[in-house]
């Protein structure tokens, strides 16, 4: 597979701040991603040196092989949709879909009055006194519209009702599946974005912790569920994620895939085999990972 960003050694310092710590990882093209990480993990500051709105205090970016700083070739390739979006004092919608059409080779100007009438975005209301719903709903149709091979939605989101993020869940799939593009897409909430993402990063104070697709994650770990002795008898000297007891039943995360023997033992314990909660996978490989790099820290001194 072709690499579409490629970051290496790159580092973003504001005064005291280390907002990124040497960062090196590479978003494989027609892929969709998720960037994850805390408030302030790094993930905005991230994509906006990749999109070239800001630049790196060390380190080198390349997009499709470019540097997009000042590239002309490369930026109108690139949408970077962000929560906070800035729009001219007095622009309606429609003026800043009318700029995304000019900006954005791809552009599918059916696809945007869909989504238009479907997010029901008022189009001759200033953007500036739109809902924070509505203002979100302009960015998500931009990003969709615009089919630039890379993507960035900085959790542009957020501010959609539940009707109108799943809406965009599906939308952004049958967009994806029809025209296979780069998409990153940045959250906190892991489980919501679980289901559209084929690749996981994620960045904690400002370095990444893990990079890996979904699938090999999913298959680190297992959830059993049944009779509490039967859970328990498969669980031990496993390493524990997670568990849950409901009277005579319970439910237990373990890390590390099952062996053949084990998986013939779960059939005759009557247990039942359930998908792992990506979310909580994350949060313990991280956690994990940074008791690791803190350790390192601590005996390099
Ligand atoms: N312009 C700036 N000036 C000073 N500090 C900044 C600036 N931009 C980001 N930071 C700091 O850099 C760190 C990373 O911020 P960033 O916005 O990249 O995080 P994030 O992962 O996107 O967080 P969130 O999920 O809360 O949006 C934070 O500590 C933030 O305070």
Not at 78 to 86: A, D, G, L, T, W
Not at 124 to 131: D, G, H, L, P, V
Not at 244 to 258: H, K, Q, Y
Request: glycine share 6%; with cysteine.
């Amino acid at each position: 597979m072709a690499t579409a960003i490629d970051v290496r050694g790159v580092s973003r310092r504001y005064g005291s701040t280390t907002a990124l710590d040497d960062v090196s990882v590479a978003f494989e093209q027609d892929v969709i991603h998720g960037l994850l990480g805390r408030n302030g993990a790094g993930k905005t500051t991230l994509m906006s040196i990749i999109t070239a709105q800001d630049w790196p205090s060390a380190g080198q970016v390349e997009v499709f092989g470019q540097t997009p700083h000042e590239n002309e070739k490369v930026l109108p390739r690139i949408c970077f949709v962000r929560e906070e979006q800035r729009y001219m004092d007095d622009a309606l919608a429609k003026h800043a879909f009318q700029a995304a059409r000019d900006a954005f080779p791809h552009w599918d100007q059916e696809f945007a009055e869909q989504l238009i009438r479907e997010f029901r975005v008022p189009e001759k209301t200033r953007i500036k006194k739109m809902s924070r719903g509505q203002r979100s709903a302009v960015g998500v149709i931009i990003g969709l519209a615009s089919r630039a091979e890379v993507t960035f939605f900085d959790e542009p989101y957020m501010g959609l009702d539940a009707v109108a993020r799943q809406l965009f869940y599906d939308r952004l799939l049958q967009d994806y599946a029809e025209h296979p593009r780069t998409i990153v897409l940045s959250s906190h909430l892991i489980d919501e974005i679980a289901h559209l993402i084929e690749n996981v990063v994620v960045i904690d104070h400002g370095r990444i912790m893990l990079d890996e697709s979904v699938d090999e994650l999913r298959g680190k770990a297992v959830t059993l569920v049944g009779h509490a002795d039967s859970v328990a008898e498969m669980t031990a000297g496993k390493e524990l994620l997670h568990r849950e007891t409901m009277g005579r039943m319970a439910r237990a995360t373990v890390l590390g895939p099952l062996t053949e023997a084990e998986r013939r033992r779960v059939t005759e314990l009557d247990l039942d085999l359930v998908p792992v909660s990506l979310q909580q996978l994350v949060v313990h490989l991280t956690s994990r990972e940074d008791q690791r790099q803190t350790q390192n820290e601590e005996a390099a001194r």
